[in-house]
């Protein structure tokens, strides 16, 4: 019975469900306030109704029924109904280039997430910081789970690329009172931000040798207790540090990490990270976890590719660091600490090691999911670590783990448009 | 006289007090299966190790093609042309049999870090050449339709295989093979015979090979030395050796009593 009412979405491709999702989403936009309003709830539930629902356990079937009515029967009703014209538009779209095809592809999810986020500046705010997780997620993966070392640092990449990128745009763009008058004009600065970005992965990254000279020596434990202190290094380093005001941490980073710019740049991230793990000299990281003996014995040069997970990892986080110092437009040493480690790990092994889509399902689960729990307060944080542990005891290595993103059987049309429906 | 493909002169390594190795030498010219065969803990993989720069020996140099190697990274003298198997089977559990092969030709890739981010068409270019000749290295092995397999889920003789095409797709100039017919059945082993020597016939390849079983160094070595204590106590053709006093004593009288 659920199999045969699951049946024909099998045949829809991936645009199908864009199409579906952007139906969905321009009807809220359209249509959802006086719902509500019928519905009798005080505003349109924001994060999927879990807030509501927690908060007014007496809305739950009101929030249910709102979310039927807007999201699941027009999605899947457009999704089914669409599903021939998508295959016809995602068979035409095939035969171009891969980057036009993913080009496209890509544009339609923007649509969706930019008309979803439209409707408040909470959900803007939790979109971005949940593409800033996807990065930092996978930026782990790389390290943690590609290659198999348990490292702790990634916060404090993340804060020296905060650091870096705002210490950058607030001295030249910004009149701050500390860096004294701004020196180059802010319209210079919408297009000098991803400069700002890289130097921060850059120097990111050069923290990341920190980590990764030791690991030619060490693995497993040590490192891990190596890790940590480079964390810990980095962060009193900036709570000592004046000329970034220390403890109290700096304000003032102008509003240029917009939707379109954090998404962007989770893009590059997603794809430059699926690159180089589906490449051989990328899978040279699981050669090393795997057996570091038989890699160096068939030519890998595994001193080469430990540096090269750090930094590439470092780098990503650093980038993702910068971006978040311009969603929070304030960051302290404190934002960088072990309840943030705690989150970044708590992602990558919740989504699944060794896997892009992991680190995606884990990154979007685990920050909707604390956002969803907010109003239980406290007990966020016995929830989250007791479905860490079901994950880990029923899927050791999390939930999508060891599986490889392959953009083009990703993007294919899943029936010939002649046949579909 | 050509310059032998592999020449160990002199060699001894230390473990702490343990003198393993002493005063090993060995000269392999192009072409050749040589033989080294001695009981348990007599210091065989410890020259295998040595060879290939795992451990730095105590004393004495190893030359390839007549270019000193010893003292060099393990990955460098892999890719100068020596590749081996191992005796416990060191093979990449998450990875696929494809994949393995296709790691194997690390060294040659010249598409570098730009290319692996960014996925450029040279790389795409590479990578389709080195895929191909990872399927023909596994066609020869005879395991190409275990190409998408995850090792780990692989019967013992298939990983053997593996491993046999992995150092193979290194392209060395010689083959240090550690005990690759241990554990295997009689099946396995005609079938593992079978490969050496068409590795030997198609690829004419340098081989050296530890081998417990007297059987199979007998039909395929050309000479054989005898290892006891880290010394070669015997040299010679499997014939000589056979009937070899010091090595029966040594070696094949203990064998017998086990
Ligand atoms: N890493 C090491 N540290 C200390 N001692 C070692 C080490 N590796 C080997 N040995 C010792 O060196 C000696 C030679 O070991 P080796 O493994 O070379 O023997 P082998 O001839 O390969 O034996 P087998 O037939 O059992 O494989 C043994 O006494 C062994 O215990
Ligand atoms: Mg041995």
């Known amino acids: 019975m659920a199999g045969n009412l699951w049946k024909p979405y099998s045949r829809v491709p991936l645009l ?10 321009t009807l809220e936009r359209l249509a959802g306030a006086p719902l509500a309003q019928f519905l009798g709830l005080q505003k349109i539930p924001v994060l999927f109704g879990f807030s509501d629902m927690l908060k007014t356990p007496v809305s739950i079937p009101n929030v249910l029924l709102y979310l039927l009515a807007v999201y699941v029967v027009p999605a899947a009703a457009v999704t089914r109904l669409g599903a021939s014209p998508a295959n016809g538009i995602a068979a035409a779209l095939y035969r171009f280039p891969m980057a036009v095809t993913a080009a496209v592809h890509l ?35 790389v390290i943690n789970g590609y290659m198999g070392e348990f490292s702790c640092s990634h916060p404090g990449f993340m804060a020296l690329g905060a650091y870096c990128a705002s210490v950058l745009t607030i001295g030249l763009f910004v009149d701050a009172e500390l860096f004294g008058a701004a020196s180059l004009s802010p ?8 400069v700002a970005l890289v130097l921060g992965g850059l120097l990111a990254s050069f923290g990341g040798l920190f980590v990764a000279i030791p690991s030619f020596r060490t ?20 709570e000592n540090l004046e000329f970034v005001r220390g403890p109290r941490g700096l304000s003032g980073q102008p509003d240029w990490a917009d939707l379109p710019t954090v998404f962007l740049w989770t893009v590059l991230c997603v794809w430059s990270v699926n690159n180089f793990v589906r490449s051989t000299i990328g899978k040279a990281l699981n050669a090393v976890r795997d057996n570091e003996m038989a890699a160096d014995a068939m030519t890998v040069d595994t001193r080469k590719t430990k540096i090269a997970a750090f930094l590439f990892g470092a780098f990503w986080a650093g980038v ?31 989504g699944g090691l060794n896997s892009v889509y992991g680190s995606i399902v884990g990154a979007v689960s685990i920050s909707l999911l604390g956002e969803a729990l907010r109003p239980l307060e406290i007990f966020k944080w016995i929830i989250i670590p007791l479905l860490l542990i079901l994950v880990m005891i029923f899927r050791p290595t999390g939930l999508i783990a060891f599986r490889d993103l392959d953009v083009a059987s990703l993007l294919k049309p899943k029936a010939n448009p002649g046949e579909g429906g | 006289m050509t310059l032998p493909v592999l020449q160990v002169r002199n060699l001894s390594h230390d473990f702490g007090g343990l003198r393993a190795v002493r005063g090993y030498n060995l000269e392999i010219g192009s072409g050749q299966i040589r033989g080294l065969i001695g009981p348990n803990g007599a ?19 190893i030359f390839l093609g007549g270019k000193k190697i010893d003292g060099l990274p393990p990955h460098r003298i892999a890719s100068l042309g020596v590749s081996r198997t191992f005796q416990n089977l060191l093979l990449w559990r998450h990875m696929t049999v494809l994949e393995h092969v296709k790691m194997a030709r690390y060294s040659k890739i010249r598409y570098g870090w730009l290319g692996a981010f960014f996925g450029t068409s040279a790389r795409h270019r590479e990578e389709a ?17 275990l190409a998408d397999q995850v ?10 295989r593996v491993e046999i095409a992995r150092a193979l797709a290194t392209e060395p100039g010689i083959l240090l093979l550690d005990e690759p017919t241990a554990g295997m059945n009689p099946e396995e082993l005609a079938q593992i015979m079978e490969i050496i020597r068409r590795v030997h016939g198609e690829f004419g390849m340098s081989i050296l090979l530890i081998e417990h079983r007297m059987k199979v160094v007998m039909e395929l070595c050309e000479t054989v030395q005898t290892l006891d204590f880290g010394a070669v106590i015997a040299e010679g053709t499997p014939g000589e050796i056979q009937n070899n006093p010091r090595v029966i004593d040594a070696y094949l009288g203990r064998e017998r009593a086990e």
């Open chain 1, 107 to 141: 544009a339609l999810l923007y649509a969706v997430l930019h008309v979803w986020a439209g409707a408040s500046d909470y959900r803007v705010l939790v979109l971005r910081l949940t593409l800033i997780a996807v990065m930092l997620t996978l930026s782990l993966n």
């Open chain 1, 320 to 350: 993702a660091g910068g971006l978040f110092a311009h969603v929070m437009r304030y960051v302290n040493p404190g934002n960088f600490g072990i309840q943030n480690l705690a989150e970044v790990l708590a992602m990558v092994y919740f």
């Open chain 1, 16 to 25: 199908g469900w864009f199409f579906g999702a952007l139906v969905a989403v």
């Open chain 1, 219 to 238: 693995r497993g434990d040590y490192l891990a207790i190596i890790s940590l202190a480079f964390l810990f290094i980095v962060k009193s380093l900036i």
């Open chain 2, 129 to 145: 050449g080195i895929e191909e000749t990872a399927l023909h290295l596994l066609d020869r092995m005879g395991i190409r339709h």
């Open chain 2, 43 to 61: 210091g065989k993989t410890t020259i295998f190790n040595l060879i290939t720069g795992i451990y730095k020996p105590s004393e004495g140099e």
């Open chain 1, 187 to 194: 319209a210079l600065g919408r297009f000098l931000f991803p």
């Open chain 2, 151 to 160: 090792v780990l889920n692989l019967p013992y003789g298939a990983q053997r």
